[in-house]
């Protein structure tokens, strides 16, 4: 009864606020590979700040728990399963072409892209928007980019330059000022796979982020529209230690002759070369420690993960700490892990005059309710997703 009561008073407020029109902000920051406990383990005074001031809560990852296709939910709403891109690396069976993030014509292909991202729902209804790098940002998806995009170059774009391209455009005249900002950073990711998820590095990648955002905010309050700012930091997935003896090699187990593609390290859809292949490449991954293995139906319903005609025919995923793959391992830490496991879970902060203030979330919610909490704050009509903004409804000021 309480929940319905609730549900009734969300879509009356946010019908009214669709009515309205918005005259606030979004601002939401993704920082790669955020794992859940940074903030507590390190020194974090500006997400701390965050807390004090505004909401603190654990968010979980979809699965599988990888950049692109988290990214593409942030965006979307929709599980990977559901939006298409269904690892950093898949086959697609229509074409038998390899998507990966390598392969810049493959990742830039908007056919690969399903699904409606924040930038198109918005734009369609007359919100202006920009990205300053975000998965999906730079590929023409249903023709469309955000207003304000980049080609995704990495590096080249210094993290100060990006700061500085979100102030630049919160100070567009009115009428062509976009109300949503989505910004990407690779840190702490970068740090977290070379070192490990709790060491000194990414304990200084982190710090960096921190007195980054710290920068990013004290800029922003500066603005004229700074109490109409709703500001969000959050990332993609968590961290997991891995490490050189912790190794499944498939080419140990596996006769080349049954296999067309063995796609990504954790996990690893394996696609075979014609059905009955299935059964031996079952068979001999049944012997295999550290793993769990499933034909493509009988991927457990927890994951969200199988119906797409992507996925492979079998699906590996190992435990938590251990990876799939004939390659050299110079890693210490990484995620792809099952979604719902501690080290995949991800930190969020928000701040602004939509948040509470000094709330903390009890309960984790799936990042598939950020495409709603998006459009509630943007006042836009969300297309259908798989998130709910009923989730979120207690770190909300109606
Ligand atoms: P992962 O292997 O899941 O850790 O992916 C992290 C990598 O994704 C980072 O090294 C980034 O360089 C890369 N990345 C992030 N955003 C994009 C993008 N929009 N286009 C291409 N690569 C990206
Ligand atoms: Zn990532
Ligand atoms: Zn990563």
Redesign the pocket.
């Known amino acids: 009864m309480k929940r319905l009561f609730i549900t009734i008073a969300i879509i009356a407020t946010t019908l009214a606020a669709m009515a309205a029109g918005r005259d606030t902000y979004t601002i939401i920051i993704s920082l ?2 955020l794992r859940w406990d940074y903030p507590e383990a390190f020194d974090a005074p500006f997400f701390d700040r965050m807390a004090r001031d505004g909401v603190k809560a654990v968010m979980s990852p979809s699965f599988p728990s ?2 692109f296709p988290n ?1 593409y939910t942030l965006a979307t709403g929709l599980r990977p399963d559901h939006h298409g891109i269904i690892a ?1 690396k898949f086959m697609v069976r229509d074409n038998g072409k390899v998507f990966s ?1 390598s392969n810049r014509e493959m ?1 830039t292909d908007g056919r690969y892209f399903g699904g409606e991202p924040v930038w198109i729902t918005a734009q369609r209804q007359g919100v202006t928007c920009a990205t300053v ?3 999906g940002s ?1 590929v023409a998806i249903q023709g469309q980019h955000p207003t304000y995009w980049q080609d ?1 170059l ?1 590096e080249k774009l210094t993290h100060a330059q990006r700061v500085d391209e979100v102030l630049r455009l919160l100070q567009l005249p009115e009428a062509v000022r976009p109300h949503l900002v989505m910004c ?1 950073f ?1 840190e702490p ?2 740090s977290g ?1 070379a070192c490990g998820p709790i060491v000194k590095q990414t304990r200084q990648a982190f710090e960096r982020m921190d007195s980054l955002l710290a920068g990013m905010w004290q800029r922003l309050q500066a603005l004229d529209i700074a109490p109409q700012i709703n500001f969000i930091v959050t990332g993609d997935h968590g961290m997991a230690w891995v490490d050189n003896m912790r190794v499944i090699r498939p080419s140990q187990v596996l006769n080349p002759e049954w296999t067309t593609l063995i796609a990504g390290d954790l996990p690893t859809n394996i696609y075979v070369k014609s059905p009955e292949c299935v059964d031996s490449v079952m068979n001999a991954l049944s012997r295999v420690d550290h793993i769990r293995a499933w034909r493509k139906a009988d991927i457990p319903a927890y994951l969200g993960y199988g119906s797409n005609p992507n996925v492979g025919d079998v699906f590996v995923m190992p435990d938590v700490g251990w990876l799939v793959t004939d390659g050299e391992v110079e890693d210490n830490g990484s995620h792809g892990f099952d979604h719902t496991a501690s080290d995949m879970q991800v930190a969020f902060r928000a701040i602004g005059p939509d948040f509470k203030r000094g709330y903390f979330k009890p309960d984790r919610f799936p990042n598939v309710d950020i495409y709603p909490l998006l459009c509630y704050l943007l006042g836009v009509r969300p297309a259908p997703n798989d998130g709910y903004l009923t989730d979120l409804h207690d770190i909300l000021v109606y």
């Open positions: 790669d590979g990888k950049t990214h950093n993030l990742r790098y975000w998965v730079d995704y990495g990407y690779e990711d970068a796979h």
